[in-house]
Every structure is written in structure tokens, then in C-alpha cells.
């Protein structure tokens, strides 16, 4: 959940605002940004949705706590909504099925909320999670349980909403049609019905687990396999493991994005990895095999005389594989060389020696440099 905003700065509120400043932000951002005032604005759509995300988390006191404690990384697990992925008509649908709320998107949505879904059926609502993975699983591919919490179908009134032994009456306001119409004459203005929200029936008898939206809280535990050479940020949709579709419909989907663990040696490039390895500058003078980290453990890597600070090294086939095409990349080794900080007398004498009979022939570019630099300046530039 990187690279996201602070929800309190989506909303425009303080860490401290009441439930009801959360409510009253949220109505207010999201009548603003709403499509039907910006026909064609895909930014405040993205914003739109943005504030529905925020609302979600700070209008529940479990998430919201999550969140002041540990930031977007601690709403891992617990049943996001994916509203990236969802059609901005339906988002007005998800607080009334969590929070029981109708009246808070009455004047935005009207006959285009919650309303046209109920009359026929329609696919539930997607959700998302993270998972962490360490470089190796994505070397070798693994498998990882998710748990997460996601709205399901109440098992007290199977999804009615009703209490048991009871059904939804038809609708007094509308008749049972789901719609209402406004004016007289030549001009009427049909609309849905504001009690029932189009849906023709209402709720007398409440079921009392769920309190009327047929929907309650539930945890679940899937197995997820991850393929090799998966990426940062990649999504791994699982079918049908979102929540329960209306009127029959299918269930939603769950995507799972993958959070990659920093590796204390290796950096990933590609499908390359690198690792910055310190050599002395007598091994860089003389030549050495030295001890590189991998994946497996470490591997050894003969360093030739004369080796210059930043060179790199090659390891074929170290790297990690190609999601596609399975083609393994390769592991760089980049030598820095480490000069020493102290010098007991006997090695300060010998460096002492060799200074003495350094030429030319030892140190080429550092001659090449200064007699570059003495002719730039003769020649009075």
C-alpha cells in the first residue's frame, strides 16, 4: 500500500476528528468529486475513489486504529476494497452493507446507487490484500496463507436482511415498483423510490446479527501459489474470493500485491541482482578469490590483478528468472576498495617504500590525469 496518501489529508481532516467530522468531510469531498458533477474528469473520479478508500478506513474504529499505529502496512489482512478496480457507481453500495448507512449518499447517487443494483443481480465487490516475500521466493516461486476479513452473507438471515421466518414487504411509498414520479402535465421526472432506494421492498423486521444489510464480518484463510519472477507491486488475482454478489450474482475477486523484503546483500535490477562487495586495496592490487553473497549461501569470484574500484563481475545464471519467458538473469558484482584507516609502523613503512618507486607504469590514469590538468592550465584557461 505504498506510495499512497495520508487518509487524513484525503479527507481533510485532524487525526483527532469525530466519527461524525469523518462523515460530514467525506459527504462534503465526495459530493465535489463526484462523476455526475464532473462528466469526464477521470482526476476527480481517481479522487473520488481515493476518498471512498480514506472513508473506509477512518469511519471504522478497527482500521482506523490499525492505521494510526502502523500506517497503510497495517490495513494488510484486513479486507480492503479494491475501488481501483471498482466502477464508482457502486462505491455508495459498500457503506450502506458495512455501516448500515443510506442517508449519506441519498442526494449523490440517487437513482444510480445502491438502488439499480438491487433490481437485478450483480457481481460482488472485489477486495485486495498485500503479501511479503523475501528474494529467494521469488527465485524459487512459493506458497503463502492470507488471511483477510471480508463482508459475507449473514448465516442468521442467509443474506436477507430479514429476521428469521420473516421476508421483505413490498415497498408502501412506491407500490412495489421501485420508482416514484415528480410533477404533473407533459413533465414528470421518474426516479427511484427514496425509501426503498428502488429496490420495490423494505426491511420491517431486521435481522438482529446483522442488523438489516444481510451482510457480517468474517475472516478467512486462502492459499496462495506465487510464481517465479514475480515483481514489486504485481497482483495475483484469486477468483471468487471477494464478497457475495446481489440477486445471485458472482462473488467478487481478491488481488494480492506483493511486497518485496529488502535483502541485506542483494538489490534487484531487472531480473539481475547486484551486491556491493568491499575489497582491501592489496586484493585489488595483487588479485584474490573472495566469498560474494547469493541466494544459496556464498560463491566464490576470483578477482584479477589491478582490479579498479567499481568494477563490476559477472555470475551467469544467478539472478532471477523471467515471469514469462523463465529466462534466469545474472548476479553483478561491484568491487568497492576500501582504503586503511590505520596503519601500524611496520605497514606505514612499507607503503612509505612503495611510494617511492611508484611510476608511471603503476599508476597510468593518475598520470594521464595530471598532465591533462598542468596542460589545461598552461596554456591559461
Wanted: proline share 5%.
Amino acid at each position: 500500500m505504498a506510495n499512497k496518501r495520508d487518509y487524513y489529508e484525503v479527507l481533510g481532516v485532524d487525526k483527532k476528528a469525530s466519527a461524525d467530522e469523518v462523515k460530514r468531510s467525506y459527504r462534503r469531498m465526495a459530493m465535489k468529486y463526484h462523476p455526475d458533477k464532473n462528466p469526464g474528469d477521470k482526476e476527480a473520479e481517481a479522487k473520488f475513489k481515493e476518498c471512498a478508500e480514506a472513508y473506509e478506513v477512518l469511519s471504522d474504529n478497527a482500521k482506523r486504529q490499525r492505521y494510526d499505529q502502523f500506517g497503510h502496512d497495517g490495513l494488510r489482512g484486513t479486507g480492503m476494497h479494491d475501488y481501483s478496480r471498482m466502477k464508482w457507481q457502486d462505491i455508495g453500495s459498500i457503506f450502506e452493507d458495512m455501516f448500515g448507512m443510506q442517508d449519506i449518499f441519498g442526494d449523490i447517487f440517487g437513482s444510480r446507487g445502491r438502488s439499480s443494483r438491487r433490481a437485478g443481480s450483480a457481481k460482488g465487490y472485489d477486495l485486495e490484500t498485500t503479501v511479503e516475500l523475501t528474494l529467494k521466493d521469488v527465485a524459487y516461486g512459493t506458497e503463502k496463507t492470507i488471511e483477510f476479513t471480508r463482508q459475507d452473507i449473514c448465516p442468521d438471515c442467509n443474506g436477507s436482511g430479514c429476521a428469521k421466518g420473516k421476508s421483505p414487504s413490498s415497498c408502501p411509498a412506491c407500490n412495489g415498483s421501485g420508482q416514484v414520479a415528480r410533477g404533473g402535465g407533459f413533465f414528470q421526472m421518474v426516479s427511484a423510490c427514496p425509501q426503498c432506494r428502488g429496490a420495490g421492498k423494505v426491511i420491517t423486521d431486521p435481522c438482529k446479527k446483522c442488523k438489516g444489510t444481510g451482510r457480517e464480518p468474517k475472516k478467512r484463510v486462502v492459499s496462495l501459489k506465487i510464481p517465479k519472477g514475480v515483481h514489486e507491486g504485481q497482483g495475483i488475482r484469486v477468483a471468487s474470493e471477494g464478497e457475495p454478489g446481489r440477486g445471485g450474482g458472482p462473488r467478487g475477486d481478491l488481488y494480492v500485491y506483493v511486497r518485496i523484503k529488502r535483502n541485506e546483500f542483494l538489490d534487484r535490477d531487472g531480473n539481475d541482482l547486484i551486491a556491493v562487495v568491499p575489497i582491501s586495496f592489496t586484493q585489488a592490487a595483487l588479485g584474490d578469490t573472495i566469498d560474494v553473497p547469493s541466494l544459496d549461501g556464498t560463491k566464490q569470484l576470483k578477482i584479477p590483478p589491478g582490479t579498479q574500484y567499481g568494477s563490476i563481475f559477472r555470475i551467469k545464471g544467478q539472478g532471477l528468472p523471467d515471469i514469462r519467458t523463465q529466462r534466469t538473469g545474472d548476479q553483478l558484482v561491484q568491487v568497492s576498495i576500501e582504503t586503511p584507516a590505520k596503519l601500524n609502523s611496520k605497514q606505514r613503512e612499507l607503503l612509505e617504500q612503495f611510494a617511492q618507486v611508484e611510476n608511471k607504469n603503476v599508476f597510468p590514469q593518475v598520470k594521464k590525469f595530471f598532465d591533462k590538468l598542468k596542460k589545461y592550465f598552461s596554456n591559461g584557461k
